[in-house]
Each structure stands twice: as structure tokens, then as C-alpha cells.
């Protein structure tokens, strides 16, 4: 990371300087810069396989980027892992649900280990309430995907990194999506995520990952 | 109710509700135990012999049996993953998770043990140091199955490597175990052996942890 990039550097917010990722041997991207002040939003965008999902679990702490540094406020977020984690909320394409495990336990089972959480609120923002006493089991892929969204209601944190959250969401469940990150903007949150859909989030930026596409890797691509 | 309680409440809830992992250990046991006089006989000086061997053996395999699922399920739906994530470090996860999986399986074995070894006519004397050894070695099978569970996550035929890691680890428990015993039975003090299982568990429980969530975290990357 040069320098200079330092000085420049946002005070408050979540911010990327100079990240690479690979996977296995092939670059998956490199020199990539983002920023995230609080109540933002960052949208990545770019084809498959162009390191959006790396991106966000790199974001999450899951696994060391190649180069670069993350900050959060200002301050490397490698310096304490442990109050990075405690203040990010990631889902990924699994949905974490147990088969056996009921809608509303599901929910008060992860807000409880982040300490405690609102568990109606939860179930109300994506219309689970009425799925409350049903095992996971027999959920459509649709509803999993709602509960597994319903997380970031039932306990607070300040940055939502979602991967792909629109996946199997029907136009209402969309809308639920839209209310809850508005709602968690308006408080000061901070949300980044993946998406091929359309989605219109007020004042979001957006993330073209095929911009920081590692050059050499192009060139091989060429004729 | 802390997240480390609540951790091990949520494992014991699965395994209560789906029932699979800790029905298929206590049968094997029992049944792989039963099968011993059908094989070699009913002698009674024969058995009595072999007792606790066949018991302790047994016990490994049938803890084996379960530990592939241990990270397994939660690294397959993602909760892994989630889990991770959690303020609460990995590494006492790690310690819940050995909790509750010595709870649905360490448990019913030492509980099952007594019973089984009067089917192989155990000297009268030996069942105590035969608790006593199952109770202070099961929970060091679950912490160093741990470590090959985290460290075999995602490779394929998991299973057979895990055997392969483990196997070798559980056999100071296994000498200790069946020393405790066949100590009692003849005569001898069965308190170095229970003490030096004692010392394994010591050993085990705080430096476990730690290998199996840096293996864990090695399977997120």
C-alpha cells in the first residue's frame, strides 16, 4: 500500500486500500480501493468469478487478503479481529439453518450468541412470523433465504455484507430487503453487497470489480 | 444464557431431535460388544480375559464413528461460517462443541461400559477403575477427535483420513484405560493409570482447542 494513500484515508467508516486476493494460484483481483462511511452503501458488481464473493468474506475477516489493508474508522482492522467480528453481520449463499431447528429458535439462537436481539422484530421484517413454529425443514428456498436475511434484523450491527442476498427472493420479499436496509442506513449502518439484479439504493455507490481485474491475467486472456 | 451455553443447548437440541449420530454410536457399541462371546466363545475365564479391551475398543471405534460429523453439518449449511463470525473465539466454540458431543456420546459409553463388561464377566473388583477410566478417557476422545474432525473439513473421503489422524492419538487412552482395569482386577492400585488419563484430559482440553480452530479456520478460507 503507497504511502501516500494514507493520508487520504476517510476518519470514520469502513475503507480498503491497495487489496489482492487469490484463489489457489489465479489473481483475483488486485490494487482495489473501497470506502464505506456509515449509513453508505457499496454495491459490487462485475461477472461471475470476478471476486465478489471473495471480497466480501475478505471483508468479513474470513480468511487474509494477499495485499492491502482494511480500516475500519481509521484504524488496520487486523489490529483486532475480535471487535471487527462483533460488529459485522455476513450472509453468505449457504443459509446457516438447521433442518430440525424451528424459524424462531433459528433466530434466537444467532442473535443470542451476538449477545441478544429483537426476536419479533425479526420475524416481522420479512414476514416470518406466520413460519415462526416451523422446522427449517419445510421451508421453500425463498423462506430460507428470508430467515437467513432475518439475522441482520434480530441483532444489531454496524456493517451488513451480504452476498448475493436477492437469490430466490420474490418481488415483496425484495421490497422487505429494500425497507430493512433503509432502515438500517437511517441508524448509521453501513451495508455492502453483491448483486446481478437491478436493485436502487438511495446514494449507493457502486464497486465494478472488473476494474481491478489483475493485468496480467488479461493479457493471458488476449489474442 | 451465555453464547458458549447457548452453544452447547442449540448441539444437544440436534442431537436429541435428529437422533442419528448418538443412536448409531451407542448401538455399535452395544451390539459390537454382544457379538465378542458369539465370536470367541463363552468361556467365562476367556472373556474375563479380554474384557476390558473389548470394551475400550470398542468405545474408541464407536466414538470414531461420530466425529466426522462434528464440523461437518455446520461447515456444509454455511453456519460454520456465521459461527466464525461471532464475537465469541472460535476456540471456545471448539470446547462447547466437544461438550456436547461427549455429552450425547462420551456419556451414554461410560454409563453403557458397566453394563456390557457383565456381559463379559468383568472382575468384580474392576468396574470402578472401568467408570472411572471411561469417564476421565471419552472426554479426550471427543477434544482430540476434535483436531482431526477440523483438520480432515472439506478434503474428500474425510472420513478415512480422520481415522488414520486419530487412531494413532487415541492409543495412550486406550493403554491407560485397559491398564486401569486389569490393575484392578488383579490386585493392583488402578490410581497411576486413572491419574495419568487425568493428565491426558489436562493436556487435552486447553491445547485441543486451539489446533482444531486453527484447522477450522483454515476450512473457511
Known amino acids: 500500500m503507497p504511502a501516500s494513500r494514507l493520508s487520504d484515508l476517510p476518519a470514520t467508516g469502513f475503507a480498503g486500500r491497495g487489496l489482492a486476493c487469490w ?6 483481483f488486485e490494487r ?10 457499496l454495491i459490487l458488481r462485475g461477472p461471475n468469478g ?3 464473493s471473495s471480497l466480501l468474506r475478505l471483508m468479513a475477516g474470513l480468511g487474509p487478503a494477499a495485499a492491502g489493508a482494511l480500516l475500519w474508522d481509521g484504524v488496520p482492522v487486523a489490529e483486532d479481529p475480535g471487535a471487527h467480528r462483533a460488529r459485522l453481520h455476513f450472509v453468505g449463499h449457504a443459509d446457516a439453518l438447521k433442518a430440525a431447528l424451528t424459524v424462531a429458535e433459528t433466530l434466537t439462537f444467532w442473535a443470542g450468541m451476538r449477545g441478544g436481539g429483537d426476536l419479533p422484530a425479526a420475524l416481522a421484517r420479512f ?3 406466520p413460519l415462526a413454529d416451523l422446522p427449517c425443514r419445510f421451508l421453500s428456498a425463498g423462506q430460507r433465504r428470508r430467515l437467513a436475511l432475518a439475522r441482520l434484523v434480530g441483532s444489531p450491527a454496524a456493517l451488513w455484507l451480504l452476498d448475493e442476498p436477492l437469490t430466490g427472493l420474490d418481488e415483496e420479499s425484495v421490497a422487505d430487503l429494500h425497507a430493512a436496509i433503509a432502515a438500517h442506513r437511517k441508524e448509521g449502518g453501513a ?6 439484479a437491478p436493485l436502487a439504493l438511495e446514494g449507493a455507490a457502486t464497486l465494478a470489480l472488473d476494474d481491478c481485474a489483475p493485468s496480467f491475467a488479461l493479457a493471458a486472456l488476449g489474442p | 444464557m451465555s453464547a458458549f451455553r447457548r452453544l452447547v443447548a442449540r448441539d444437544l437440541r440436534l442431537a436429541l431431535r435428529q437422533g442419528g449420530d448418538a443412536a448409531t454410536v451407542v448401538a455399535f457399541f452395544v451390539l459390537t460388544v454382544i457379538l465378542f462371546p458369539f465370536g470367541v466363545g463363552p468361556e467365562p475365564e476367556l472373556l474375563r480375559r479380554i474384557a476390558p479391551g473389548v470394551v475400550w475398543v470398542t468405545a474408541l471405534l464407536a466414538s470414531l ?9 455446520d461447515y456444509e449449511d454455511g453456519s460454520l461460517e456465521v459461527l466464525a463470525l461471532i464475537p465469541l473465539p472460535l476456540e471456545a466454540q471448539v ?3 466437544c461438550l456436547a458431543h461427549w455429552l450425547v456420546t462420551g456419556l451414554p459409553l461410560t454409563l453403557l461400559a458397566p453394563l456390557l463388561a457383565l456381559l463379559l464377566h468383568l472382575e468384580g473388583a474392576a468396574y470402578p477403575a472401568l467408570v472411572a477410566g471411561m469417564a476421565l478417557g471419552t472426554p479426550t ?3 482430540i477427535g476434535a483436531i482431526g474432525a477440523a483438520l480432515t473439513l472439506g478434503a474428500r473421503r474425510g472420513g478415512v483420513l480422520l481415522s488414520l489422524l486419530v487412531l494413532p492419538l487415541y492409543v495412550p487412552i486406550l493403554i491407560f484405560g485397559v491398564g486401569a482395569c486389569e490393575a484392578a482386577a488383579t490386585g493392583f492400585a488402578a490410581r497411576p493409570h486413572l491419574l495419568l488419563l487425568a493428565a491426558l484430559l489436562a493436556l487435552a482440553l486447553p491445547l485441543a482447542p486451539f489446533a482444531a480452530a486453527a484447522g477450522l479456520r483454515q476450512a473457511l478460507e
Open chain 1, 23 to 28: 484463489r489457489g494460484e489465479r489473481p483475483v
Open chain 1, 32 to 41: 482495489l480501493d473501497f470506502d464505506l462511511p456509515s449509513g453508505g452503501a
Open chain 1, 50 to 52: 470476478s471476486g465478489k
Open chain 1, 127 to 129: 414476514r416470518l412470523r
Open chain 1, 191 to 196: 451495508v455492502a453487497l453483491s448483486t446481478h
Open chain 2, 65 to 73: 464413528l461420530s466425529l466426522e460429523r462434528l464440523f461437518l453439518a
Open chain 2, 95 to 97: 470446547v462447547a462443541k
Open chain 2, 141 to 143: 476422545l471427543s477434544l
